[in-house]
T-cell receptor, first 110, second 113 residues
Framework: RKEVEQDPGPFNVPEGATVAFNCTYS??????FFWYRQDCRKEPKLLMS???SGNEDGRFTAQLNRASQYISLLIRDSKLSDSATYLC???????????FGQGTELSVKP | EPEVTQTPSHQVTQMGQEVILRCVPI?????FYWYRQILGQKVEFLVS????????KSEIFDDQFSVERPDGSNFTLKIRSTKLEDSAMYFC???????????FGPGTRLTVL
């Protein structure tokens, strides 16, 4: 079983839509959780960290459910510039190694 | 804004040749990482480096791979005898703390023919 699993993509949505991505992780030693964004053939960039209490950054809301080992990302009022691949990432308490999911591709259309 | 840089942006090599991928981490960072991403696949951890030694490595990082911080600014990944399956994008990353954000460089695309 993959350590980090994400929704298969691609997601094709119109501008202004709300879109949700889901992710599950299998290792209970995972302690830190992130959503990264990756544009085509570019490096991953941190979108936001995910906290147990849930957190919001503008149009982006991240949720974590440790009991279910489930992470989500909600994007409201999607923009053309949100088109990218969204990567669910976990880190264990020991060490700095980031463990990436396969990514979910989002395409926002006019 | 400080950033991680990597050279070259694209490296083409013949199978069996040695390659060295170079990275300049952000100047006050202490933790350094290499990741790779085979086309169409997920980003995979290779190795982490702190205090002039490897702190963790993955199963991918076998005897053909080595890392070095030859001076105060560069961080290199060497592949001794490249294989076709080493073709991938290689990303360097750095952070100023174990639990701090890792900043990624733009990557080196390695093509092994």
């Amino acid at each position: 079983r993959k350590e980090v699993e994400q929704d298969p993509g691609p997601f094709n949505v119109p501008e202004g839509a709300t879109v949700a991505f889901n992710c599950t992780y299998s290792n209970s030693a995972s302690q830190s959780f992130f959503w990264y964004r990756q544009d085509c053939r570019k490096e991953p960039k941190l979108l936001m960290s995910v906290y147990s209490s849930g957190n919001e950054d503008g149009r982006f809301t991240a949720q974590l459910n440790r009991a279910s080992q489930y992470i989500s990302l909600l994007i409201r009022d999607s923009k053309l510039s949100d088109s990218a691949t969204y990567l669910c990432v976990v880190k264990h308490n020991q060490g700095g190694k980031l463990i990436f999911g396969q990514g979910t591709e989002l395409s926002v259309k006019p | 804004e400080p950033e991680v840089t990597q050279t070259p942006s694209h490296q083409v090599t013949q199978m069996g040749q040695e390659v060295i991928l170079r990275c300049v981490p952000i100047s006050n960072h202490l933790y350094f990482y290499w990741y790779r991403q085979i086309l169409g696949q997920k980003v995979e951890f290779l190795v982490s480096f702190y205090n002039n030694e490897i702190s963790e490595k993955s199963e991918i990082f076998d005897d053909q791979f080595s890392v070095e911080r030859p001076d105060g600014s560069n961080f290199t990944l060497k592949i001794r005898s490249t294989k076709l399956e080493d073709s991938a994008m290689y990303f360097c990353a750095s952070s100023n703390g174990l639990n701090n954000e890792q900043f990624f460089g733009p990557g080196t695309r390695l093509t092994v023919l």
